[in-house]
């Protein structure tokens, strides 16, 4: 009897490690689709706030209309691939903000525009985007390392592959403007 018990004992604890893993691997799994829909969120309020920056700009600098069309392209390139994955949609952001870049440039070369309040509201606010954009995409590689971390480690990568659980995607940067740091001048 003491064996039977023994026994029943043994698979009673193998089955709630089980669940163990398999409830940490599922919280995993939303934390990164939880981290993936707050970078949504700020895109969408960044792509919010680039048609009234261009607006603004617009009505001081008139010839830079190539400017112009190359933000509005690259903000529609990048809500087109809002469904895509990290990759893609990592690559279009990059191009986003290399233009939004450009755009500001044209803006410091125009000093009523840079007096505008108008326009310094919404270079605040773009800014202050940029930043919640950075830290959901910090929040977001940070939950796929854990996720993933959990599902490539014994013992739980035999639970991940019985019920499949995949690899999840990093939000890697791929343009080499977002990769260096701007350089600043007091001149």
Do not use: C
């Amino acid at each position: 009897m003491i064996p039977l018990i023994i026994i029943l004992a043994v698979i009673v604890i193998l089955f709630l490690i089980f669940i163990g893993i398999y409830n940490g691997l599922v919280g995993l799994r939303n934390q990164v689709k939880n981290a993936w829909a707050q970078i949504d969120v700020q895109l969408k309020r960044r792509y919010d706030l680039i048609p009234n920056l261009v607006e603004t700009v617009k009505g001081y600098a008139k010839h830079e209309r190539e400017v112009f069309e190359n933000v509005t392209k690259a903000r529609n390139m990048a809500q087109q691939v809002a469904s895509a994955g990290p990759a893609t949609r990592a690559q279009a952001e990059g191009e986003l903000t290399a233009v939004l870049g450009r755009l500001i440039a044209v803006a410091e070369a125009y000093p009523e525009l840079k007096a505008n309040q108008n326009f310094l509201a919404l270079q605040e606010e773009l800014s202050s985007t940029e930043n919640k954009i950075s830290f959901s995409r910090q929040f977001y590689n940070d939950s796929v390392l854990n996720y993933n971390n959990k599902i490539q480690m014994f013992p739980s990568n035999i639970i991940a592959g019985m019920f499949g659980f995949t690899v999840s995607e990093f939000f890697e940067v791929k343009v080499e403007a977002e990769r260096t740091a701007p350089k600043v001048s007091f001149t």
